[in-house]
């Protein structure tokens, strides 16, 4: 017989289902049922409960909704069991066990699943608890939250037909607060509850205990295959077919008078990483009244001063699970009537600034290992870093609006939207920036949250579900802004008495000092220049093989890209330098001219500009290698487009009927000469398809004193500044090349005009030549092409278009979408490298090119440079380094240290 439920007691016995390994275990009960049953096992306070597995919820699914045989009456003898460990009897007035039903998946997925509190009362069980307790309004709270529980959680009753139930008791009852209501009002309550739950449902709220557990399992399963959990897996990356395991643990209550506290807290600041217990809680409540924001909560620092003797057992069993987990943790407690009680732990969410310094801590503390702390890290955390704030000198003349809790750091700034349907819509549809404001955020609002640039709420704490939400998915967010008022009916939020926001108004949003100014405001990139993060990164160049250098067009941009640790140039684009105002004439010019003498004289004037700009580079770059690309692109990139010349051409044909003076037509006529020149020029310089036509090494030979004038440009700049003590190392990249004849013709003459400079300058320079790989010819003859070429970079962007045979510009706004969507291709090909394709080129290259020519260097320069998977892909192919744009730099660094752990 299959065992599909566990007590808490009993989790070497899972362990033994699971071969001894833990990760097993996790998958088995779920990461809050695993963890559940170890603190058990280490003796922290845990109430008695058991977990129905995952098993248990794949096979009830694979069944049509079916409980698997025998899982039903395992359930009921663990019952039985938590009777005898607690001393109660479920469903017995005068000694009532109560329990609760909680969703436990693998992964957290806070606020993902649905749970339901206080199972096992009816009416007969409320007046025995009452006659025991003594606490009438205890228990009919109790009640009332079970039956609300069970018809929205169970039944898909909307939580709101509630909600107005109670926001109309307090009305009647003249208090401000659910926690002034007293017994009567609740029991009043509970039973329009009930007429809720009858009209709804069209049965009668289920009185027996046992109907309820039933019930409430069910509703766990069938959650797992709900929309806003399987929007969360989406997003998250988590896999569908887990499942997710059911815990049912006995109730222990915070709402029993002053002397009860619930709460949630996690044992770091999960925003900034300070070792220090962070959270939220309050006195006379219970757990969800924490998470949903309906009361404002207390800070964990104020539990120092009314419990202080709870407050340090709990800080004591927080670092003795810190210690065990080697990770901070996301705990659950309830206190009552002076008892703490822990009612999860698990490995707390958190910023991308929190996860570095925490892991940069933890090392230092001896809990982990460099190793561990550099995989901890995730390279796209990293990205956090380089989020935008908002503008320092925007903010100095701005006035907030509003403050609130800085749950998740970085500036968004947007159009309000009221709800997440319509946040998704004007996101996606629309393309707007949004920000999502609500009263408080559920799990429905999930698709919007992730639409949104950022998320503002008028309730909510640091553990709330907007905060749990946007700190995983690295969303800035403002939360508990209680000044804000939200009509969700006029589309309107007021704050004060004065100002109003309407629904697609601009507002601004500093998550990391919980700030909101009115309109939108500009935002900057911050500098990298954490004291953690570069400890972490400096780990990760200790651990990594893959070089890691950077594309750069302009000294700055070769600084930046030193200044996050590049280790050189990978990719300097020529042509990006000819589209600077002052040089793009000369270009035309060149490109226009009629005869050699003109062509050459416009080469020539464009000389000393290229020079300028390798001699900022070099500085820049001293001591490192800078890979310099000669031009690339066909020349009519550089032209007015066919299209923008005729419309040019027919409106001044037009307007010239209307000039009556000389001088105007004069003028006119010069420009429709001029533009006439320019339509010949493009219409014999056009091509069926140009990126396969006249560019690269096929223009260096057709034009050789374009590319002659780059590299005496290169070595020029190189001799000056060696002059100055920099050390140079260029390398010159000859792009496209299909075949080594090609790759040879060029190559010799551009040498000669190298070591000609040189001889000019008397300096020596140490230098290479060499070409990208991105035609499928190229890296098929890479043998061949390497007796010439002395280093290969892989233009992957090329590459992969030429492999795949799409063009990138059309695919992505076109078919490939549609392609990912349906799954005929599980990912972007120019995101993340084609491992069996163009990886498999790429692997035939490094091979072949290096058979020829042992050692050779050998890089990538297309975007995969800065993409982690794809970094992973160059890794295990044996690449020298990644080149990709200065902001990725950082992320590269971490991901090849990921890269190379995962080869050990």
């Given at each position: 017989m299959t065992k599909y439920v566990y007590l808490f007691n009993e989790v070497e016995q899972a362990e033994a289902h699971m071969n001894g390994e833990w990760e097993g275990v996790r998958g088995l009960l779920g990461g809050k049922g695993a963890n559940l049953a170890d603190m058990t096992r280490l003796n922290v306070p845990v109430p008695p409960g058991f977990t129905v597995s995952t098993e248990a919820c794949n096979a009830y699914?694979?069944?049509?909704?079916?409980?698997?045989?025998?899982?039903?009456?395992?359930?009921?003898?663990?019952?039985?069991?938590?009777?005898?460990?607690?001393?109660?009897?479920?469903?017995?007035p005068a000694n009532p066990l109560l329990v609760s039903c909680r969703s436990g998946a693998k992964f957290s997925m806070p606020g993902m699943m649905d749970t339901i509190l206080n199972i096992g009362l009816n009416d007969d069980v409320a007046a025995g608890m009452a006659k025991l307790t003594g606490d009438d309004r205890f228990v009919y709270d109790s009640y009332r939250r079970l039956v609300?529980?069970?018809?929205?959680?169970?039944?898909?009753?909307?939580?709101?037909?509630?909600?107005?139930?109670?926001?109309?008791?307090?009305?009647?009852?003249?208090?401000?607060?659910?926690?002034?209501?007293?017994?009567?009002?609740?029991?009043?309550?509970?039973?329009?509850?009930?007429?809720?739950?009858?009209?709804?449902?069209?049965?009668?709220?289920?009185t027996d205990p046992y109907d309820q557990l039933k019930l409430a399992t069910e509703a766990v399963f069938k959650s797992w295959n709900g929309k806003r959990a399987i929007d969360y897996r989406n997003a998250a990356g988590i896999a569908h077919d887990l499942g997710t395991a059911v815990n049912i643990q006995t109730m222990v209550f915070g709402n029993m008078g002053d002397t009860s506290a619930t709460g949630v807290a996690m044992t770091r600041n999960a925003s900034t990483g300070?070792?220090?217990?962070?959270?939220?809680?309050?006195?006379?409540?219970?757990?969800?009244?924490?998470?949903?924001?309906?009361?404002?909560?207390?800070?964990?620092?104020?539990?120092?001063?009314?419990?202080?003797?709870?407050?340090?057992?709990?800080?004591?069993?927080?670092?003795?699970?810190?210690?065990?987990?080697?990770n901070m943790q996301d705990l659950e407690f309830t206190i009552e009537n002076g008892k703490l009680w822990l009612l999860q732990t698990r490995d707390g969410k958190r910023t991308a600034q929190a996860e570095v310094r925490i892991a940069v801590d933890m090392?230092?503390?001896?809990?982990?290992?460099?190793?561990?702390?550099?995989?901890?890290?995730?390279?796209?955390?990293?990205?956090?870093?380089?989020?935008?704030?908002?503008?320092?000198?925007?903010?100095?003349?701005?006035?907030?609006?509003?403050?609130?809790?800085?749950?998740?750091?970085?500036?968004?700034?947007?159009?309000?939207?009221?709800?997440?349907?319509?946040?998704?819509?004007?996101a996606k549809a629309d393309g707007k920036q949004v920000i999502m404001v609500r009263p408080e955020t559920k799990p429905d609002d999930v698709h919007g949250m992730?639409?949104?640039?950022?998320?503002?709420?008028?309730?909510?704490?640091?553990?709330?579900?907007?905060?749990?939400?946007?700190?995983?998915?690295?969303?800035?967010?403002?939360?508990?802004?209680?000044?804000?008022?939200?009509?969700?009916?006029?589309?309107?939020?007021?704050?004060?008495?004065?100002?109003?926001?309407?629904?697609?108004?601009?507002?601004?949003?500093?998550?990391?000092?919980?700030?909101?100014?009115?309109?939108?405001?500009?935002?900057?990139?911050?500098?990298?220049?954490?004291?953690?993060?570069?400890?972490?990164?400096?780990?990760?160049?200790?651990?990594?093989?893959l070089g890691v250098w950077a594309n750069a067009d302009y000294p700055q941009d070769a600084q930046r890209a030193r200044n996050y640790g590049a280790e050189g140039i990978g990719l300097c684009r020529t042509e990006h330098m000819f589209f600077e105002p002052e040089r793009m004439p000369i270009v035309q010019q060149?490109?226009?001219?009629?005869?050699?003498?003109?062509?050459?004289?416009?080469?020539?004037?464009?000389?000393?500009?290229?020079?300028?700009?390798?001699?900022?580079?070099?500085?820049?770059?001293?001591?490192?290698?800078?890979?310099?690309?000669?031009?690339?692109?066909?020349?009519?990139?550089?032209?007015?487009?066919?299209?923008?010349?005729?419309?040019?051409?027919?409106?001044?044909?037009?307007?010239l009927q209307h000039f009556h003076t000389v001088s105007e037509i004069d003028e006119a006529l010069d420009e429709i000469r001029t533009k006439q020149d320019y339509l010949e020029r493009v219409e014999a310089l056009q091509e069926m398809n140009p990126m396969l036509g006249t560019r690269g090494v096929r223009l260096g030979i057709l034009i050789p004193e374009l590319t002659k004038m780059q590299v005496r440009a290169i070595f020029e700049a190189a001799c000056n500044v060696a002059k100055e003590g920099v050390v140079v190392k260029p390398e010159v990249m000859i792009p496209l090349t299909s075949h080594v004849n090609e790759l040879q013709v060029q190559q010799e003459t551009l040498e000669a005009v190298a070591k000609k400079v040189m001889a000019e300058k008397g300096t020596e320079i140490d230098y290479l030549f060499g070409t990208m790989i991105e035609i499928p010819r190229a890296a098929l003859t890479a043998g061949e092409i390497a007796e010439v070429a002395q280093f290969f970079s892989f233009g992957t962007n090329d590459l992969t278009q030429t492999t795949f045979g799409i063009s990138r510009d059309d695919a992505e706004s076109g078919f490939l979408m549609e392609y990912q969507q349906r799954g005929i291709l599980d990912r972007n090909p120019f995101a993340t490298i084609d491992a069996k394709g163009v990886g498999?080129?790429?692997?035939?290259?490094?091979?072949?090119?290096?058979?020829?020519?042992?050692?050779?260097?050998?890089?990538?320069?297309?975007?995969?440079?800065?993409?982690?998977?794809?970094?992973?892909?160059?890794?295990?192919?044996?690449?020298?380094?990644?080149?990709?744009?200065?902001?990725?730099?950082?992320?590269?660094?971490?991901?090849?240290?990921?890269?190379?752990?995962?080869?050990?």
């Amino acid at each position: 017989m299959t065992k599909y439920v566990y007590l808490f007691n009993e989790v070497e016995q899972a362990e033994a289902h699971m071969n001894g390994e833990w990760e097993g275990v996790r998958g088995l009960l779920g990461g809050k049922g695993a963890n559940l049953a170890d603190m058990t096992r280490l003796n922290v306070p845990v109430p008695p409960g058991f977990t129905v597995s995952t098993e248990a919820c794949n096979a009830y699914l694979d069944a049509g909704s079916h409980f698997p045989a025998s899982m039903w009456e395992q359930e009921l003898e663990a019952v039985k069991a938590i009777e005898k460990q607690t001393g109660k009897i479920f469903g017995d007035p005068a000694n009532p066990l109560l329990v609760s039903c909680r969703s436990g998946a693998k992964f957290s997925m806070p606020g993902m699943m649905d749970t339901i509190l206080n199972i096992g009362l009816n009416d007969d069980v409320a007046a025995g608890m009452a006659k025991l307790t003594g606490d009438d309004r205890f228990v009919y709270d109790s009640y009332r939250r079970l039956v609300q529980m069970f018809g929205s959680v169970a039944m898909d009753v909307s939580d709101e037909l509630f909600e107005e139930v109670i926001t109309k008791q307090r009305e009647k009852a003249g208090v401000q607060n659910d926690s002034d209501l007293t017994a009567a009002d609740w029991m009043a309550v509970t039973e329009k509850f009930k007429n809720i739950y009858r009209a709804y449902t069209h049965s009668e709220f289920p009185t027996d205990p046992y109907d309820q557990l039933k019930l409430a399992t069910e509703a766990v399963f069938k959650s797992w295959n709900g929309k806003r959990a399987i929007d969360y897996r989406n997003a998250a990356g988590i896999a569908h077919d887990l499942g997710t395991a059911v815990n049912i643990q006995t109730m222990v209550f915070g709402n029993m008078g002053d002397t009860s506290a619930t709460g949630v807290a996690m044992t770091r600041n999960a925003s900034t990483g300070e070792p220090e217990l962070e959270g939220d809680f309050l006195v006379n409540a219970q757990g969800e009244d924490v998470v949903a924001g309906i009361r404002i909560t207390q800070r964990m620092s104020e539990l120092q001063e009314i419990m202080p003797e709870l407050y340090k057992e709990f800080d004591a069993i927080g670092k003795r699970l810190e210690a065990h987990y080697k990770n901070m943790q996301d705990l659950e407690f309830t206190i009552e009537n002076g008892k703490l009680w822990l009612l999860q732990t698990r490995d707390g969410k958190r910023t991308a600034q929190a996860e570095v310094r925490i892991a940069v801590d933890m090392v230092e503390e001896g809990l982990i290992s460099k190793e561990t702390a550099v995989k901890r890290v995730k390279p796209e955390q990293v990205d956090f870093f380089l989020h935008p704030q908002l503008d320092s000198k925007a903010v100095k003349n701005t006035k907030p609006i509003a403050t609130g809790l800085n749950v998740s750091p970085g500036a968004a700034v947007g159009v309000v939207a009221f709800d997440a349907d319509t946040a998704e819509r004007w996101a996606k549809a629309d393309g707007k920036q949004v920000i999502m404001v609500r009263p408080e955020t559920k799990p429905d609002d999930v698709h919007g949250m992730l639409a949104a640039q950022g998320i503002l709420t008028s309730r909510g704490g640091r553990t709330s579900h907007a905060a749990l939400v946007a700190r995983q998915f690295g969303k800035p967010a403002v939360v508990g802004v209680s000044e804000l008022e939200i009509n969700l009916d006029t589309r309107v939020m007021t704050i004060g008495e004065e100002l109003t926001v309407k629904e697609g108004d601009w507002i601004s949003l500093d998550g990391t000092d919980g700030i909101v100014y009115l309109g939108e405001l500009p935002t900057v990139v911050p500098d990298m220049n954490n004291p953690y993060l570069i400890k972490l990164l400096s780990w990760a160049d200790e651990i990594r093989d893959l070089g890691v250098w950077a594309n750069a067009d302009y000294p700055q941009d070769a600084q930046r890209a030193r200044n996050y640790g590049a280790e050189g140039i990978g990719l300097c684009r020529t042509e990006h330098m000819f589209f600077e105002p002052e040089r793009m004439p000369i270009v035309q010019q060149m490109i226009m001219a009629k005869s050699k003498s003109v062509q050459n004289e416009a080469i020539a004037k464009l000389l000393p500009f290229q020079r300028s700009d390798f001699e900022g580079i070099f500085r820049a770059m001293n001591g490192l290698t800078v890979i310099i690309r000669l031009l690339d692109p066909p020349l009519h990139e550089f032209l007015p487009s066919y299209e923008d010349l005729v419309a040019s051409l027919a409106d001044l044909k037009v307007r010239l009927q209307h000039f009556h003076t000389v001088s105007e037509i004069d003028e006119a006529l010069d420009e429709i000469r001029t533009k006439q020149d320019y339509l010949e020029r493009v219409e014999a310089l056009q091509e069926m398809n140009p990126m396969l036509g006249t560019r690269g090494v096929r223009l260096g030979i057709l034009i050789p004193e374009l590319t002659k004038m780059q590299v005496r440009a290169i070595f020029e700049a190189a001799c000056n500044v060696a002059k100055e003590g920099v050390v140079v190392k260029p390398e010159v990249m000859i792009p496209l090349t299909s075949h080594v004849n090609e790759l040879q013709v060029q190559q010799e003459t551009l040498e000669a005009v190298a070591k000609k400079v040189m001889a000019e300058k008397g300096t020596e320079i140490d230098y290479l030549f060499g070409t990208m790989i991105e035609i499928p010819r190229a890296a098929l003859t890479a043998g061949e092409i390497a007796e010439v070429a002395q280093f290969f970079s892989f233009g992957t962007n090329d590459l992969t278009q030429t492999t795949f045979g799409i063009s990138r510009d059309d695919a992505e706004s076109g078919f490939l979408m549609e392609y990912q969507q349906r799954g005929i291709l599980d990912r972007n090909p120019f995101a993340t490298i084609d491992a069996k394709g163009v990886g498999k080129l790429m692997g035939l290259a490094v091979e072949a090119g290096r058979e020829t020519r042992p050692g050779m260097e050998i890089g990538i320069c297309g975007e995969h440079g800065g993409d982690p998977e794809s970094i992973a892909i160059c890794h295990n192919l044996g690449l020298n380094y990644v080149s990709c744009s200065p902001f990725r730099v950082p992320i590269a660094r971490l991901a090849a240290a990921h890269a190379a752990l995962a080869d050990k």
